[in-house]
């Protein structure tokens, strides 16, 4: 276990399986290599929270929950980066959201799309080559349908 | 910066594998055809700058809203 300070939730205790490495950092703040991936049950989100910077953390989603055919086309040389094949390993895909001053305005970006390799804990933020996505895909619609108790 | 003056359907070697290729020329904008090796990542610097700005308002804020909250408000609202 490590103790860390992150962003959201103050001082916490994580475990060190959770500790993902960036090589290439994430755009804008590619000196920042390294990130825990806290994940809280019962939220559709999860947090990247820098190891050595406690005001920098992203907000994650997995894209598939609102787009079913999100379809993953990245560079060769990005999976090499986080040392997948695609067609044998398994991998985890997450768009960042932005939560704007009104939140219900919160988008999630498509275009830039964060890979990770869950046995090496390494991971990248690819562009899509298929550039048909959003930057800012309005979530919160989507949400509510996924969220919504299915009684209603 | 190197400056090279190019002519329709001429074009330019980067390295040995990398050829860029003036494919067609229209009054205020030029298309490029570009052949590489598959691993050379090659991305319209807009749309590089965007998600970088993007990944950036990302974190700006500094008190995060309650998500669940937000969340429930609107599913209930309906």
Do not use: C
């Amino acid at each position: 276990m490590a103790k860390i300070q992150t962003k959201n939730f103050g001082t916490i205790e994580i475990a060190d399986t959770q500790r993902i490495t960036f090589p290439e950092g994430i755009l804008g703040f590619e000196n920042e290599k390294e990130y825990y991936l806290i994940i809280k049950e019962d939220s559709p989100f999860l947090w990247l929270q820098s190891s050595k910077t406690e005001s920098l953390a992203f907000i994650l989603i997995n894209p598939y929950l609102f787009i079913q055919d999100y379809k993953l086309e990245i560079n060769h040389r990005d999976w090499d980066t986080i040392k997948i094949d695609p067609k044998e390993d398994d991998f985890l895909v997450f768009s960042i959201v932005t939560i704007p001053e009104n939140p219900e305005q919160m988008t999630a970006n498509l275009q830039g799309p964060i890979v990770i390799n869950p046995k090496e804990k390494i991971g990248i933020q690819a562009i899509s080559l298929n550039d048909e996505y959003s930057i800012r895909y309005p979530i919160l619609d989507s949400l509510k349908k996924v969220l919504s108790p299915e009684t209603k | 910066m190197l400056v090279l003056s190019r002519k329709m359907n001429q074009s330019l070697m980067i390295a040995d594998d990398i050829e860029i290729i003036i494919v067609d020329i229209q009054k205020d904008q030029i298309k490029l055809g570009i052949k590489a090796p598959k691993d050379i990542p090659i991305v319209r610097k807009e749309l590089y700058e965007a998600i970088k700005k993007s990944n950036i308002s990302a974190v700006n804020k500094k008190d995060l809203p309650d998500l669940a909250t937000i969340i429930q408000k609107n599913t209930t609202k309906k």
